[in-house]
């Protein structure tokens, strides 16, 4: 079946630092890629999303490249903000069309926190 | 434009209750899914329906059940409750059920079973 592993957090920074949160799937097809951002309370809002191979997805600074070969969609950002701190999960949407649907299959989520 | 929006914000029952959940999907959208949270981890996913029909269920028991309406929102059913099924429960949207769309979230119903 399909999954998605990322990189264990809490990632603490210092702000203008350069951010990488690692993210390795598994799937069959050729699935669609996406960052979410979760901030407190909150429910998850797209951050980017790239649908094939060698897409960079871009947002806000935050941009991931879909590496078929590696089978990675590495989230980077050169110079976080305070305002960064959020939960960010990756998350996969299968690419088969067998049955319709697009549900996504989640990582267990990074948190990141960026410190003045 | 509204967003997803979920009613209630939250919830709290005890074991053996049941419990109805609500969604609107955004104007024009017409799938709907519903995805368990538990604290600490990534949402899972429960139900995809489109058009009305029931296009995916995740590895939940038949307690959980769901429907989709004429115009599109959706209800979520969860019968018997254990406590283990207290988490964010949160509903998304997306133009049709194709995997190049993007979901878009709602704020979540916090359910809490005691």
């Known amino acids: 079946g399909n999954s998605v592993t990322q990189m264990e957090g809490p990632v603490t920074l210092s702000e203008e630092a350069f951010l990488t949160i690692n993210c390795t799937y598994t799937a069959t097809g050729y699935p669609s890629l996406f960052w979410y951002v979760q901030y407190p309370g909150e429910g998850l809002q797209l951050l980017l999303k790239?649908?094939?191979?060698?897409d960079k997805g871009s947002n806000k600074g935050f941009e991931a490249t879909y590496r078929k070969e590696t089978t990675s969609f590495h989230l980077e950002k050169g110079s976080v903000q305070v305002s960064d701190s959020a939960v960010y999960f990756c998350?996969?949407?299968?690419?088969?069309?067998?049955?319709?649907?697009?549900?996504?299959?989640f990582g267990t989520g990074t948190q990141l926190k960026v410190e003045l | 434009d509204a967003g997803v929006t979920q009613s209630p914000t939250h919830l709290i029952k005890t074991r053996g209750q049941h419990v109805t959940l609500r969604c609107s999907p955004i104007?024009?959208?017409?799938?709907v899914s519903w995805y368990q949270q538990v604290l600490g981890q990534g949402p899972q996913f429960i139900f995809q329906y489109y058009e009305k029909e029931e296009r995916g269920r995740g590895n939940f028991p038949d307690r959980f059940s769901a429907r989709q309406f004429p115009n599109y929102s959706s209800e979520l059913n969860v019968n018997a409750l254990l406590l283990g099924d207290s988490a964010l429960y949160l509903c998304?949207?997306?133009?049709?059920?194709?995997?190049?769309?993007?979901?878009?979230f709602g704020p979540g119903t916090r359910l809490t079973v005691l």
């Open positions: 104007s024009g959208h017409k799938s």
């Open positions: 998350a996969l949407s299968d690419g088969r069309v067998t049955g319709g649907g697009n549900k996504l299959t």
């Open positions: 998304a949207s997306s133009p049709s059920g194709s995997s190049y769309n993007e979901q878009f």
């Open positions: 790239a649908t094939k191979a060698d």
